[in-house]
């Protein structure tokens, strides 16, 4: 199994002039000290709107300045949104292209619709239409890196023969993945050939094995990938925080590890407020009005600490007890852990020692 540091960039409240920037500040001199110990990969959501909890709007930039002071550490989209107007597939084919060249070849390319009511309405999105656009902004993006000259004529985009430059160095193309946290998402991005983001954070390895599983049994099945060959590759993401001293661990994460995915949840949740202000069906995002029933009737309160030791639900405590915790994710079939080391108001020093910790003592265990 390998390790990627994972990163929404929250901005927790009071907010100064200087904030933001700490903020970034920190991000690098993290994913620096994550090339130098030993992590796989860096990745990063791309969000809007989404106050607090993810202020990470324009990722690549942040890309080229990582890829710039490290060396071996890969860079993954977690994830490019792909609906129209969020990227147009012309920019993302270009975007991936440019940082893979940059980079030395070190891109990993995940892809997502977004889930959120702010980012859906804000760019004025259908719900309805997010998973068709997907997969034909997927499709028309591996069009552009694998045909030297490329022409679109799409339900949501047209484009007349072009040359679109440069191509990435990975051939034919960086790894790429697509993100979901429904049962039927996971089934859709096996059937497409692409690797597998389950985004779910708060459940224990053994939902997340059961997820996997739905997918394995669908990308077997896989005879046409909508890239240019089947990445059969599962990744899912957690909560880690790795200290010398177990109490003190569990005592630096609980605030934030209690917070992030209640709030999570509930803006995945507003989707359903809208469909139904809206008297839309929900569709394929039938998914948000079950966090939002699981909301009103309280139960998104009981996510305690406690409950996600006791469940494995995270990666917490000492170096031993992060193994122990890994192991779980890897026998659930997991090939990339994505480690989310802030979810919300940890400590610059904390993570950076859960990044030497974990890179010195923890995942040094899964190689071989």
Known sequence: MRFALFYEIPVPRPWDAGSERRAYEN?????????????????????????????????????????????????????????????????????????????????????????????????????????????EAIAFTVGAWTNDEYEHDGEFWQMPRRRVLPKPIQSPHPPMWGATSSDD??????????????????????????????????????AAPIGAAVHDSAATFTMALCDTDRTRAIDTARESFEWYPKTGARQIATVAEMMAEQQRELGNYGYAADLKKTDDEGLLDLLSMDYLVESGACVVGTPDDCADACRRYEEAGVDLLLCLVNPYKIPHESVMRTIELMGTEVIPRFRG
């Open 185 to 222: 998402g996971h089934r859709e991005v096996g059937a497409l050939g692409l690797g597998l983001c389950s985004f779910a954070v708060g459940i224990p390895p053994e939902e997340v094995k059961r997820r996997i599983d739905l997918y394995r049994e669908s990308v077997a099945g896989c």
């Open 27 to 135: 991000v690098i001199e993290q994913a620096v000290a994550g090339d130098r110990f030993g992590w796989d990969a860096f990745w990063t959501v791309e969000h809007h709107f989404l106050e607090e909890f993810s202020h990470c709007s324009n990722p690549e930039v942040l890309y080229g300045a990582i890829a710039a002071k490290t060396e071996r550490i890969r860079l993954g989209y977690g994830v490019r949104l792909m609906p129209k107007p969020y990227n147009h597939p012309v920019r993302t084919a270009e975007s991936v292209a440019v940082l893979d060249l940059v980079s030395g070849g070190r891109v990993d390319f995940a892809t997502g619709r977004s889930a959120t009511r702010a980012e859906l309405e804000g760019f004025g999105i259908d719900p309805r239409e997010t998973r068709a656009m997907w997969r």
